[in-house]
Every structure is written in C-alpha cells, then in structure tokens.
C-alpha cells in the first residue's frame, strides 16, 4: 500500500499570502489529521477530518481551515499568512475502530516558509 | 491545557551506552504513544501503552507506563547510531477522540 501522500513538499510564501496544502491519505483511510511542528511549540493538533466532516479541531485561529474531499483527500488552507506560520505541517490518516480511534500514519509533511 | 512534558529535551551519548526519556503529565491518559521521527520525515510509530503498568519491549527498546497512567518512560539499552533520531511521546484523552497531545520531543544523538 501506498502511504500518505503531501504535496508540495516544500513552499516559500510572503506576509498576507494564502496556502493550499494537500493530503492523500492511505487507500481505505477515512480519518485525515493535521498537525503544525516547530522548533518552539513542537508537534500541535489543528484539526481531524472525518467523512468529510470536522471531527476535532485545535486551538488555532480561523485563518488555519480544513476540508476533506469525498475520495478521503484533505486540504488544508491558511490565509493572511504570518512569519509565525512557517513550520512543517504533517498530515496523518487513519482507520477508525468503533471507538474513534486508530494508529496515526504520518505523511512527510509540507515545509512552509514565510518571508 | 492538557500538557505532556517531555526530558531530556537534549541527550548526546556514546554508542553502547543506555538512556532512559520521560514523559510526564498532571492529566489521566486512555493510551500513550511513543513516536520515532527523522529529519524530513513524519513521526513513526514505536508502541502504544495502554494498561497502567504496562511494559512494552521492542528488541533494545522498553516501553512503561505508570500505573496511574499518567506518565511512561522509554529506555533504550546499548544504544546505537542508528537510534539517532527524535523521540516523541503522544498521549490520547478520553474525551478527545483521536486527537494526539504531544510532548516536545527528546532529540538523541548516539556517536560511533
């Protein structure tokens, strides 16, 4: 099977720009996650996608927003970029058991850099 | 705010030593993880804890976790420079479906 899937790998925006980050989960994966990692904060939880629909989502303003495609895929948009914003944003999907839950596989992530 | 700390945040040693990387919390956990990352890539899975009490091995690598579930620990027995890496603990709350709270991360460099 193939893994998870993030493109572009690498993105250079300015201040005030927005980005459009995707996410193919592995194939039979419903559950798509997105986490922010920097050198500071560390790993954070921004949101979960489910069946096309919110299931969680983390402290992060409203310029961070999500959407999940009927076929699984997820994107992940931020808007009125900020220097804070730069980090690598992981995308992981997952198999839910009746309970919600199941093993995290993470993608290679999308290092966004703004100047 | 539910917070998972991490220690050390640094650890350098020789190859052939053992080194042991906490996790702690103030809060209850339903399960804990613990992840291996390298540069450029997302977090692997090592183990997941569960039980309060429980221990996990994975060849050198032994896994705990407290029996009021609350902290764990990995230990890493004669280590090697292919354990260089950084490694992270992730713990999941009752009440927060399959959202990972994780810790800062224990980033190990094992020299030859």
């Known amino acids: 099977k193939a893994g998870v899937t993030q493109t572009p790998r690498y993105l250079i925006k300015t201040r005030g720009q927005q980005v459009t980050l995707s996410c193919s989960p592995i194939?039979?994966?419903?559950?798509v996650s997105w986490y922010q990692q920097t050198p500071g904060q560390g790993l954070q939880f921004l949101f979960e996608?489910?069946?096309?629909?919110?299931?969680n989502k983390g402290n992060f303003p409203g310029r961070f927003s999500g959407r999940q495609f009927s076929n699984s895929r997820s994107e992940m948009n931020v808007s009125t970029l900020e220097l804070g914003d730069s980090a690598l944003y992981l995308c992981?999907?997952?198999?839910?058991?009746?309970?919600?839950?199941?093993?995290?596989?993470f993608g290679p992530g999308t290092r966004l850099t703004v100047l | 705010t539910q917070l998972l700390e991490q220690s050390p945040q640094f650890l350098s040693i020789q190859e052939g030593e053992n080194l042991t990387v906490y996790c702690n919390s103030s809060?209850?956990?339903?399960?804990l993880q613990w992840y291996r990352q390298e540069p450029g890539e997302g977090p692997v899975l090592l183990v997941t804890?569960?039980?309060?009490?429980e221990v996990k091995k994975l060849k050198r690598l032994t896994f705990q976790f407290g029996d009021a579930r609350k902290d764990s620990s990995l230990h890493i027995t004669a280590a090697q420079p292919g354990d260089t890496g950084l490694y992270l603990c992730?713990?999941?709350?009752?009440?927060?479906?399959?959202?990972?709270?994780f810790g800062g991360g224990t980033r190990l460099m094992v020299k030859p």
């Open positions: 194939s039979g994966h419903r559950s």
């Open positions: 996608y489910f069946s096309e629909t919110q299931r």
């Open positions: 809060s209850v956990f339903s399960s």
């Open positions: 992730a713990g999941l709350w009752a009440n927060a479906g399959n959202m990972l709270t």
């Open positions: 804890v569960v039980t309060g009490g």
């Open positions: 992981a999907s997952s198999f839910l058991d009746r309970a919600g839950r199941g093993e995290q596989f």
